[in-house]
């Protein structure tokens, strides 16, 4: 299972979020079912942040948006950022 994510960070917050995203990244990859988790910033727009991310299934996809670190995120990023962040889920086809 896979999701791609998407936010819009305010003017003048972006260094702050990035800061959040790289905690996140490093505790989400230590998560168990974890297999890729990848925040981006786009090229042509330093306010849109892009998560590529992938789960062994639904199941620790779902532990993920309960962790303690996700929580702290979803705090500490609500006022930073466009919310809610758009979640776009994927499924593979070859």
């Not at 960070?9 to 297999?35: I, S, W």
């Amino acid at each position: 299972m896979s999701a791609i994510g998407r936010m819009t960070v305010l003017p003048g917050h972006e260094d702050e979020v990035l800061t959040l995203m790289r905690a996140v990244a490093d505790a989400t990859r230590q998560e168990d079912g974890c297999l890729a988790y990848q925040p981006h910033r786009a090229k042509d727009n330093p306010h849109a942040i892009v998560v590529y991310e992938s789960w062994a299934g639904p199941d620790a996809m779902a532990a993920h948006h309960r962790s303690a670190h996700m929580d702290l995120f979803k705090k500490s990023a609500s006022s930073l950022v466009e919310w809610p962040p758009q979640v776009e889920l994927l499924a593979p086809e070859a």
